[in-house]
T-cell receptor, first 114, second 117 residues
């Protein structure tokens, strides 16, 4: 079964600094991977997804992620943090069988310091 | 893009009453709908998966008689919390997908904050 681990439940960076949110996956087959952002009391918004095409995936709001099979990683980055990036971020992998539901990581809360 | 409209955004109900949450796909047909529950500062926990015209499949530990899911059409799925109790207070989110999880992928509703008093 697929699984996702997000390293660091809380990440704090200064405004303008690099954002790096870590995600490692476990999958016996090529995975479909997703990053979502959640603002307080809201649903999830898709940032980007990897579907076995280009390994460097660009998403919305300046975020991107690189799929590294050798490291089983799909880390999310943004070169320069903005105050509006403060939110909860979830990495997810799609199951390949059945209803193909998403399996979520534990989430990482990103705080931006002025 | 794909939009899933979820209502209500928040609801307060008395213990013992039932509450219905609706999720509508506005511009696509949602063959599969996923229902999640989220506790404060935690990740999403899948409760059940529903397919249009079929009975929902519940995750282990989720009471199907308490959380009734109906997916009668390709654009509407509902979650009814029956005989609600304070421990049912939570944030509930729906998500719609296509049969193979392709195309639009997964689109999430805006969530419903349920408070049982």
């Amino acid at each position: 079964a697929q699984s996702v681990t997000q390293l660091g439940s809380h990440v704090s960076v200064s405004e303008g600094a690099l954002v790096l949110l870590r995600c490692n996956y476990s999958s016996s087959v090529p995975p479909y991977l997703f990053w979502y952002v959640q603002y307080p009391n809201q649903g999830l918004q898709l940032l980007l997804k990897y579907t076995s095409a280009a390994t460097l995936v660009k998403g919305i709001n300046g975020f991107e992620a690189e799929f590294k099979k050798s490291e089983t990683s799909f880390h999310l980055t943004k070169p320069s943090a903005h105050m509006s990036d403060a939110a909860e971020y979830f990495c997810a992998v799609r199951e390949n069988q059945g209803a193909q539901k998403l399996v979520f990581g534990q989430g990482t809360r990103l705080t931006i310091n002025p | 893009g794909a939009v899933v409209s979820q209502h209500p955004s928040w609801v307060i109900c008395k213990s013992g009453t039932s509450v219905k949450i609706e999720c509508r796909s506005l511009d696509f047909q949602a063959t599969t709908m996923f229902w999640y529950r989220q506790f404060p500062k935690q990740s999403l926990m899948l409760m059940a998966t529903s397919n249009e015209g079929s009975k929902a499949t519940y995750e282990q530990g989720v009471e199907k008689d308490k959380f009734l899911i109906n997916h009668a059409s390709l654009t509407l799925s509902t979650l009814t919390v029956t005989s609600a109790h304070p421990e049912d207070s939570s944030f509930y989110i729906c998500s719609a997908g296509t049969p193979q999880g392709q195309g639009y992928g997964y689109t999430f509703g805006s969530g419903t904050r349920l408070t049982v008093v």
